[in-house]
């Protein structure tokens, strides 16, 4: 036998060996789940053999808004280097940002250097890029879902869901607001205003890097129900997309409710503290014609918050930027990954309207039950955990070791919420459970110079 013939066929047999591993599916998950403080950066690593090529990453979310550290872009630089260390010979698969809020897309921003975290990431070249529906950037601006195949995309900057443009444009004046106007606030209002402003003001760079980083700009938009859009990048493993519903499938996303005694983790307060006024005063720093400022108006969609915000004070604006936060989480991604016999639940932010309608179709609760790793929704707040979806895990509680499910929470205590009114982030009464019924692993439970926590998941 020649020696060319004797290399294409040792070659041909390498291959064979290569595709059959691949065929067999994956042996385990090796879940890096990143300390960014509050924010999201999971990277799913599929393992299927012994070498580094035989592995498939997944990264999903890559974001911060209150970092441990005091330069916030030098931590996303050392969490993207080692990533692109773990997907050493090897590709990043697939790039999911679950929504637009900051602290989970913050860190694709690029530099004009070139030096930025997003451009480490795009370097990687992942071979898709999935976020939900809303945030495809051809969709026209009163768009009820995705675009079809054969419908024309539309140009320039027109979005789906114009709403989320308008809370884009509030969220910015509220940043302004918070900055510049602080002295007639309760103490901590206007650290908690410009918190909420700066993780619902639309992060150009970032949203223009995803829109185009997939391999030869491949891109999917998601929704419950479609198709599984990684199933020929992850050869042996389900993704089921429970999560955002199209505005023509559950119009409920459009709102959000404010309490909900049977699924949240308590009461919400009702009313607004008097206290949180400001001495009374109906003008002032929130004033509309503050508002409307020097840049002229603002968009037709967003004028609805700023006649509220014409008699708004303290709370009552705290209140009006949290129902803008909330409604952009009922867009986040819901995925849940099956391999193996096992299920894993990434539900990025979604809320209780997206949850909703995901639980009433029929199978999903059943498919849930059975659920071993969760990714626990919205760094554990009081309201993306619906106590229908905890309490229809079969594998909480007091099972053994190897049955036992796992979670898994990125969060940072003192950025959101209050504990004065039970709305703290993370939620004390979910963590007690999640202690209490799972092997439960948090970032926040990291030593200061952890970076990552690591969950390995056996199939």
């Not at 109906?282 to 014409?310: C, M, N, Q």
């Not at 930027?321 to 193996?340: C, P, Q, R, W, Y």
């Not at 053994?400 to 009114?421: F, N």
């Amino acid at each position: 036998m020649s020696t060319n013939k004797a290399r294409a066929k040792t070659g041909a047999g390498v291959k064979a060996h290569a595709l059959t591993k691949f065929a067999k599916g994956p042996t385990h998950l090796n879940l890096f789940a990143y300390q960014v403080g509050f924010g999201d950066c999971f990277l799913l690593q599929f393992v299927y053999g012994d070498g580094d090529s035989d592995k498939r990453h997944v990264l999903i979310d890559f974001g911060t808004t209150g970092a441990p550290e005091a330069d916030s872009g030098k931590l996303m630089q050392r969490v993207a280097e080692d990533i692109r260390e773990k997907c050493r010979g090897a590709q990043l698969d697939a790039v999911v940002a679950t929504h637009r809020h900051a602290d989970h897309i913050s860190g694709f921003a690029t530099k004009s250097n070139g030096n930025g975290s997003g451009d480490i990431i795009r370097a990687l070249q992942p071979r898709l890029v999935l976020q939900p529906w809303t945030e495809d950037l051809t969709l026209a601006t009163d768009a009820t879902g995705p675009r079809t195949k054969n419908a024309k995309a539309t140009s320039g900057s027109t979005r789906a869901f114009s709403a989320l443009q308008a809370m884009n444009n509030v969220a910015e004046q509220v940043v302004k607001l918070a900055a510049e106007k602080p002295g007639g606030l309760p103490r901590g209002l206007a650290e908690r205003l410009d918190f909420l402003g700066r993780d619902n003001t639309k992060n150009l760079s970032a949203v223009e890097n995803l829109a185009s980083m997939g391999k030869a700009g491949k891109s999917s938009y998601a929704y419950y129900g479609m198709e599984d859009p990684l199933k020929d990048l992850l050869p042996g493993v389900k993704t089921h997309v429970l999560g955002p519903p199209t505005v023509d499938q559950s119009a409920t996303i459009k709102k959000q409710r404010a309490t909900d005694n049977d699924e949240f983790w308590h009461f919400h307060a009702r009313g607004v503290s008097t206290a949180n006024s400001i001495d009374g005063n109906t003008h002032g720093p929130f004033d509309a014609s503050y508002v409307f400022a020097k840049k002229g108006k603002l968009p037709r969609e967003a004028r609805w918050a700023a006649k509220h915000i014409t008699n708004a004070r303290g709370n009552q604006l705290l209140g009006i930027v949290t129902m803008l936060d909330k409604a952009m989480n009922n867009t986040s991604l819901i995925l849940l990954f099956e391999v193996g016999g096992k299920r894993m639940l990434f539900p990025g932010d979604a809320q209780i309207e997206n949850w909703s309608y995901a639980l009433e179709q029929p199978g999903i609760a059943e498919m849930l039950a059975d659920v071993d790793l969760y990714k626990v929704g919205h760094h554990g707040s009081l309201n993306a955990t619906p106590k229908s979806l905890w309490k229809g895990f079969n594998k909480r509680g007091n099972f053994s070791k190897k049955d036992r499910m796992t979670s898994v929470l990125s969060t940072m205590a003192g950025k959101h919420g209050s504990e004065e009114k039970r709305t703290e982030v993370p939620r004390k009464t979910l963590v007690d459970e999640l202690k209490h019924d799972t092997h439960f692993h948090s970032t926040q439970e990291l030593p200061i110079d952890g970076l990552y926590t690591h969950v390995r998941i056996d199939f």
